[in-house]
């Protein structure tokens, strides 16, 4: 293992680049395909610099990774791996973990700081509002269990999962703490006030410091033990200091207000933290399973491929599978955010965590519970949760340097003006005390976190998966947009129009071989040209020695003569027949925005046949709204001809549009996009235009709720079938970018108000609590608007 480090995107600090020997065991003779297919899907990820073979060894190959671990988890690649038919070595494990009694975004930084210093630990990302930690490290070196005792040696508490305290005050506790510190304050004070001794007043103090600076002291204390200073050592600092010269109340307060901000930035935080959970908890833990003709009740685990499950009115369906008996309509807005229930019936393919409506439904378990499309999605959204924006990488940055300037500020404030003759030391240290409060980063430190936990959370509840911050951010700097046709500005369910064949020729025998060329094809129009000889029950032969020409068709083998299915160059490329009439034929068809291919066997032309893919009906509605959100330029980008192209254009209102590009051309089209305007974004399907899905600023897949590929793969994936969501998702992105500014703004805007203020003496140590308390449950409850968010 090795590590290099790499130039940072957005021109700040180099991130860290690892390089990851993994081996690949051999899976059942079909090893050199699998990997070759696992390598090419990493090289199309964004955050992967190379993925190549290494070592001689063809028994034991190895995999080594370059790549940037904060836009790229292992997780991510080993789910690929599983995906691509392989297995990778468990050596390099990752973990995401929960990590409760953080104070604030200071405490995230100082786990990161401690954890990552262990050796083994490859890369380990905290996030404070989401209160998990993803670590990735050498299983021989280190172990989860080694991870979790230094944390958990720093003062915090470390969860395999979240668990709801049944009683309110366990739920609460932090903030009972917090509001018994001010009520035994207040008596302290009130008897101080009316004359009684400190001999009384100074022990409730005492207690009161207790309550209110239980966890403060504790985490300061132990991170200061692991060579971090936090904001937490400091606050304790400050209030001891207080106490020292005699000013119980002040100290009192400080300890007070600081743990009550918390308490209550804690309580916002977990509605955000709650929207995500959520997720989670759609899927039944247990399924009601028919085998050897009885019915029992198993949890999903227990669940098998190939089982029938039997899912009743109203229930959630507990696996994805295919329904092989019943029909009923299933409401999946929890997953795709579609509010309008979809009817199911043999054949249909039902998902994990959506409810049935009224009708019983017999189901064949396609894929087991913890591989169900819900299972990945709420991975991929956890892993969303712990991977850093742009904004916050370079916040953390500047916060790096805020301890020790504060540190040297609050030394100068106490030492000078006493040795300057300026001010009596008593008053000094006070007023050095509020710089310390004033300074403290934790509005600036939560500011963007809880802002991007919002907008994932919110983007989860409508059925977009944003897969982290990095690329919300991005979604709100997009100032062109490319589109993919087929399947994305049409409904990708085509159909075939129009058949003409060749002189000589019959319609059912150039159906027949176009359909067995096309047959093992996933693409919209092949699969148009299956379904209609099968609907005729045309019965497909075999074809052999099948080979895909990018942009242009297919070449196969079929009864031991050659066929080709696909444009005219390719057949001319094969030397056909003349093919003039037909071609003649196929334009007035392509004026009309039907796709024509050409089938050749031998070197007879057997005819063309017409497929027709209409235009979304909310295309032009949804093309209209994202200009209205300032998007610049909007093109369509397809391999069809130009003619069927222009004709697609034009009934969807686009004025820009490529066609007759191969795979390579969407490539330099979505370059001389990025050129031109800055940032671009791509909408396909995810997985044919997966290339051009990564050189974008940001690729979207949609329709990905059945598509494991399309979720790893895409930057965004719209869950469901629907164009209309793309305003919601990028008005989203421009909202939360709105938010960060806003809340930056207010962060910085009070410390710069304050620290001058409290050393001129204007501002004293309650004012000071009470603006930088104030200053960060208002950037939490700003981020927290991004929940209610409606395009």
């Not at 890369?123 to 990735?136: C, G, T, W």
């Not at 200073?229 to 600081?258: C, H, K």
């Amino acid at each position: 293992m090795s590590t290099s480090r790499t130039p940072d995107a957005h021109g700040g600090e180099p991130r860290v680049s690892l390089e990851l020997p993994v081996v690949l065991p051999e899976v059942d003779g079909h090893d050199d395909q699998c990997i070759e297919r696992l390598v090419e899907r990493l090289e199309g990820l964004r955050g992967i610099t190379s993925a190549h073979l290494d070592g001689d060894d063809a028994a034991e190959p190895r995999l080594c990774l370059h790549y940037d671990p904060n836009l790229v988890a292992l997780a991510q690649v080993e789910r690929l791996a599983k995906d691509a038919g392989t297995e990778l070595t468990r050596r390099y494990r990752h973990e995401t973990l929960l990590i409760t009694n953080m104070d604030c975004g200071d405490c995230a930084q100082s786990i990161e700081h401690v954890v990552r210093r262990m050796e083994g630990v490859l890369q380990v990302s905290v996030s404070y509002a989401a209160e998990k930690m993803r670590v990735e490290f050498d299983s021989e070196s280190v172990s989860r269990g080694d991870v979790e005792a230094r944390v958990a040696s720093m003062g915090y508490e470390v969860r395999a999962e979240r668990e709801a305290p049944e009683t309110w005050l366990g739920r609460h506790a932090e903030l009972a703490r917090s509001i018994a510190a001010g009520i035994v304050l207040a008596v302290g004070f009130g008897l101080e006030t009316a004359g009684f001794g400190s001999l009384i007043a100074i022990p409730i103090y005492a207690a009161s410091y207790l309550l209110g600076g239980y966890d403060i002291a504790r985490h300061g204390v132990k991170a200061l033990v692991k060579g971090r200073f936090t904001i937490d050592l400091l606050m304790t600092v400050a209030a001891g200091g207080a106490a020292v010269l005699g000013e119980w109340a002040e100290g009192g307060l400080l300890l007070f207000l600081f743990s009550l901000g918390h308490a209550l930035e804690e309580e916002a935080m977990d509605r955000a933290r709650g929207a995500i959970t959520a997720l989670g908890d759609l899927s039944p833990k247990t399924a009601r399973v028919r085998r050897d003709g009885r019915t029992s009740e198993v949890g999903v685990e227990e669940l098998r491929r190939d089982d029938v499950v039997v899912v009743r009115a109203g229930e959630r369906v507990p696996v994805d599978g295919t329904v092989t008996g019943g029909h009923s309509s299933v409401d999946e807005s929890a997953l795709t955010g579609e509010s309008v229930p979809v009817e199911k019936g043999p054949r249909d393919a039902v998902y994990a965590g959506s409810v049935n409506g009224d009708g019983t439904l017999d189901v064949e378990v396609t894929r087991l519970a913890a591989d169900s499309t819900l299972a990945r999605v709420v991975a991929l959204v956890s892993e969303a949760e712990t991977q850093k924006s742009p904004t916050q990488m370079l916040v953390d940055r500047i916060a790096g340097f805020f301890v020790p300037a504060t540190l040297v500020t609050v030394a100068v404030v106490w030492i000078a003006p006493p040795l300057l003759g300026w001010l009596p030391w008593s008053e000094a240290f006070l007023r050095s005390m509020a710089v310390l409060v004033s300074a403290s980063p934790c509005a600036l430190a939560i500011a963007t976190p809880a802002a991007v936990l919002s907008g994932i959370a919110r983007a989860a509840n409508r059925g977009v998966l944003i897969k982290g911050g990095v690329h919300l951010e991005n979604l709100g700097r997009l100032r062109a947009i490319a589109f993919d046709k087929t399947g994305t500005i049409t409904k990708g369910s085509p159909e075939v129009t129009d058949l003409r064949p060749a002189a000589e020729e019959t319609e059912d025998v150039l159906l027949a071989t176009a359909a067995a060329v096309e047959q093992g094809s996933t693409h919209p129009l092949a699969r148009a040209i299956v379904a209609a000889a099968r609907a005729r029950e045309i019965g497909l032969a075999e074809a052999e020695d099948v080979e895909t020409i990018p942009g242009k068709g297919l070449r196969a083998r079929l009864h031991g003569e050659s066929v080709a299915v696909g444009t005219p160059t390719l057949l001319a490329e094969d030397g056909a027949g003349p093919i003039a009439a037909q071609i003649e034929a196929a334009e007035r068809l392509e004026a009309e925005g039907k796709t024509v291919v050409f089938v050749r066997r031998g070197e007879r032309l057997l005819g063309s046949i017409a497929v027709a893919d209409r235009p979304r009906d909310n295309a032009r509605q949804t093309l209209e709204d994202l200009r209205a959100l300032g998007i610049a330029e909007l093109v369509m980008l397809t391999g069809d001809n130009p003619r069927v192209a222009e004709a697609i254009a034009g009934e969807v209102g686009l004025k820009r549009f490529r066609a007759g590009l191969l795979p390579a051309d969407k490539l330099t089209a979505v370059d001389e996009l990025s050129d031109r305007l800055g940032d671009v974004g791509m909408l396909g399907d995810g997985v044919n235009d997966a290339p051009a899905l990564a050189r974008a600023s940001v690729g979207i897949a949609m329709g990905a709720a059945g598509t494991d590929v399309a979720l790893e793969t895409a930057d965004v994936a719209l869950m469901a079938d629907d164009l209309s969501v793309l305003p919601f998702a990028i008005g989203l992105g421009r909202r939360t970018r709105r938010v960060i500014a806003q809340n930056l703004v207010v962060a910085l805007g009070v410390v710069a108000v304050l620290v001058p203020s409290s050393v001129l003496g204007i501002a004293g140590i309650g004012t000071a609590i009470v603006l930088h308390e104030g200053s960060t449950l208002a950037v939490v409850g700003n981020a927290l608007r991004l929940l209610r968010y409606r395009s």
